[in-house]
């Protein structure tokens, strides 16, 4: 799993009070209807519960146990506003997609369920605001909507958008939204175009902190970009509002403050590990970014509940960039021929023809996967360890590929290239490992769904590293580039141009596999994860004109520090 660096972050800034937590709960909704991937759950705060993070500060509970009192009382306060608005009135809407962009709408899906139930009242609507809300919240809900059909009133007589809605904001704002949900209609690859290039007209002669927030909703697009790093924007553009909702904005910051710290306790476990294992030691050449690591985890599998699977994915997710490092800069290739032989037989006693370097590398690997098998037989019956044996092989055969191309002055097709980039980015032996903690089996049913549903993040990740990350970790290994070998292929192209097209692409085929699979074998916390992976991906990624990567940096203090 290639990785990214955090150059001069600065851990002394005030933290921003805002954050969020994540449904987790499993398949469908209540009454029947469509199943969605927002699903209920309760946190469980403080009073026990403390095995998944055995060394955490001892001296927090009283403040947690504060924090869960203003949780509780914020949570009875919003609950009241769902009977202040008829079902199908656009408040209503408002208010879903306010808890929705704030990152605290897990807490009440049985009122959005409702409130998705009526959103056909408004969807008829000639209102672009109306129209465009109900119809994202919809299609977030599982319902099966046509945007084709359903914004076609909104057309002129070309087929475009008619000028006559260019000047409404927050039409326009929802209808850039809900072009983001995008599955291959050509009304909303208009509705991104027409949005985007309206909104941005406007600019200079809005109120600033409106202009401030769509520039933000233009740079950080609503659901292809982290929500738990945009929800704390949305919330201080709620409270530069004249109008305030201050029982959502208490729910927002309590929510936060009990993330954080948990994370922070998260954090102190992982580093803990990390520095006992002597990795960094041992392999002085390997990265030791283990913040960076836990990034991962915590973004894609949120709820106070996983916390356990969060630091065991961590740790996965580790091993995976030290083995990338030892493939990339350390071995030979007649070790990595040894180090690939020992994986294959996953067995202890395949250390003793290993050099001393990777003797500790492989038990730590070795143990850390039996122990999810072991996990995920205890809690959900499931017997994993042969497909994460397999997976843990796959990885070791893609790098193989890697290194021999490398040591041969190969040059692969750019297509090959990408086949083998999608197993060596990590992710599909990530989401094997999650796959099997969060109760799910390889079936004949669900293989072909899942696939898609792996494969489009690691597509995504594999294309925004490629497209200038090499530069990243200031490595001196050479494992070749998408963006490289197109150029070889096509030399007066634009590789970028045509890797961004490629990556929204898969965004497409992701929204299809969570969105129009209203049945779905997979757990709305798995396809959760999926998405916000891919989510993940720019801001692992997104460097500036000085090669740092400005997101990540913030988003790390405002989650961690």
């Given at each position: 799993m290639a990785a990214a660096q955090i150059t001069s972050l600065s851990f002394s800034a005030q933290p921003i009070m805002f954050h969020s937590s994540l449904p987790v709960a499993g398949n469908g909704g209540p009454r029947g209807r469509p199943n969605a991937f927002f699903c209920p759950w309760a946190p469980v705060i403080c009073h026990g519960r403390r095995e998944a993070t055995p060394h955490a500060l001892s001296d927090d509970c009283d403040f947690q146990d504060l924090l869960s009192v203003q949780h509780q009382e914020a949570l009875t306060s919003v609950q009241a506003l769902f009977l202040q608005h008829p079902k199908s009135s656009r408040g209503?809407?408002?208010?879903?997609?306010?808890?929705?962009?704030?990152?605290?709408?897990?807490?009440?899906?049985?009122e959005i369920g409702n409130v998705v139930d009526s959103c056909m009242d408004l969807i008829r609507s000639d209102n672009l605001l109306d129209v465009t809300l109900s119809m994202r919240l919809m299609r977030e809900g599982g319902y099966h909507v046509s945007a084709d059909g359903v914004l076609q009133k909104f057309a002129n007589g070309n087929g475009d958008f008619s000028l006559a809605h260019s000047q409404d904001i927050r039409g326009l704002l929802s209808l850039h939204d809900v072009s983001q949900l995008n599955m291959g209609e050509a009304s909303l690859y208009k509705a991104k175009e027409y949005s985007r290039k309206h909104l941005r007209?406007?600019?200079?002669?809005?109120?600033?902190?409106?202009?401030?927030?769509?520039?933000?909703?233009?740079?950080?697009?609503?659901?292809?970009?982290?929500?738990?790093?945009?929800?704390?924007?949305?919330?201080?553009?709620?409270?530069?509002?004249?109008?305030?909702?201050?029982?959502?904005?208490?729910l927002a910051v309590a929510e936060f403050q009990i993330n954080k710290l948990q994370h922070q306790r998260e954090m102190q476990e992982v580093n803990r590990w990390w520095m006992d294992l002597g990795l960094a030691k041992e392999i002085p050449a390997a990265r030791d970014q283990v913040v960076k690591w836990y990034m991962w985890p915590m973004t894609i599998l949120e709820g106070y509940s996983f916390s356990k699977y969060r630091i065991a994915i961590t740790k996965i997710i580790s091993m995976v960039y030290i083995v990338d490092d030892i493939f990339d800069l350390?071995?030979?290739?007649?070790?990595?021929?040894?180090?690939?032989?020992?994986?294959?037989?996953?067995?202890?006693?395949?250390?003793?023809?290993?050099?001393?370097?990777?003797?500790s590398c492989y038990k730590a690997l070795y143990n850390i996967t039996n122990d999810i098998a072991d996990m995920s037989m205890k809690e959900h019956g499931l017997n994993s360890?042969?497909?994460?044996?397999?997976?843990?092989?796959?990885?070791?055969?893609?790098?193989?590929?890697?290194?021999?191309?490398?040591?041969?002055?190969?040059?692969?097709?750019?297509e090959d290239y990408l086949r083998n980039g999608i197993i060596t980015s990590g992710a599909p032996l990530l989401f094997m490992h999650l796959l099997f903690m969060l109760g799910h089996d390889i079936t004949e049913e669900n293989n072909d769904h899942m696939s898609r549903i792996i494969s489009c993040p690691a597509k995504i990740m594999r294309l925004w590293d490629d497209m200038g990350s090499a530069k990243d970790e200031a490595q001196e290994g050479l494992d070749g580039s998408y963006k490289e070998l197109y150029l070889k292929e096509s030399p007066h192209g634009d590789a970028e141009e045509h890797m961004l097209e490629m990556i929204a692409g898969e965004w497409e085929g992701l929204n299809r596999e969570c969105f129009s699979r209203t049945r779905s074998s997979l757990s709305p916390t798995f396809i959760r994860a999926s998405l916000n992976f891919a989510r993940m991906v720019s801001v692992m990624y997104g460097y500036d004109h000085e090669h740092r990567l400005p997101v990540l940096e913030d988003y790390t203090r405002m989650l961690l520090f």
């Open positions: 209503m809407m408002t208010i879903v997609d306010h808890l929705k962009h704030l990152c605290i709408d897990q807490y009440f899906q049985d007209s406007t600019l200079n002669y809005l109120e600033p902190n409106l202009a401030r927030y769509v520039k933000q909703s233009l740079d950080h697009p609503y659901h292809v970009s982290l929500m738990q790093f945009k929800a704390r924007h949305h919330l201080s553009y709620l409270q530069s509002l004249p109008t305030r909702n201050t029982a959502i904005e208490k350390v071995a030979t290739q007649e070790e990595l021929s040894l180090f690939n032989e020992a994986i294959i037989m996953w067995n202890l006693e395949a250390v003793d023809s290993l050099p001393s370097y990777m003797i360890i042969n497909h994460l044996k397999k997976a843990w092989a796959t990885l070791f055969d893609g790098f193989m590929i890697e290194a021999k191309w490398l040591s041969g002055n190969h040059v692969p097709a750019r």
